[in-house]
Nanobody, 114 residues
Framework: QVQLVESGGGLVQAGGSLRLSCVAS????????MGWYRQAPGKQRELVAS??????NYADSVNGRFTISRDNAKNTVYLQMNSLKPEDTAVYYC?????????WGQGTQVTVSS
């Protein structure tokens, strides 16, 4: 009964920036944790960044370029992506843990051209 609504994906040139947003709704409880995953064609889905209890975690490939943040009052998580590379091209999925259950967004396409 929790829905995750994503926005902010699109096409950008290498070196550019995008900001992804994800709003969680439909629950009395605030998500225990929120994060972003991505999946490129033919590859496994991988964790990009997560935030829980104020602590953040980043994949080595994006550390220093991406920043995850959260507005707890709005149950919203953001992913600021700077210095984008063609290797960042993927479908990005929002993820949330509410109580003990996992929820996923529909995914948003990020394409970085060289």
């Amino acid at each position: 009964q929790v829905q995750l609504v994503e926005s902010g994906g699109g096409l950008v040139q290498a070196g550019g920036s995008l900001r992804l947003s994800c709003v969680a709704s439909g629950s009395t409880f605030s998500p225990r944790a929120m994060g972003w995953y991505r999946q490129a064609p033919g590859k496994q889905r991988e964790l990009v960044a997560s935030i829980r209890s104020g602590s953040t975690n980043y994949a080595d490939s994006v550390n220093g370029r991406f920043t995850i943040s959260r507005d707890n009052a709005k149950n919203t998580v953001y992913l600021q992506m700077n210095s984008l590379k063609p290797e960042d091209t993927a479908v990005y999925y929002c993820h949330a843990v509410v109580v003990i259950r996992d929820y996923w967004g529909q995914g948003t396409q990020v394409t970085v051209s060289s």
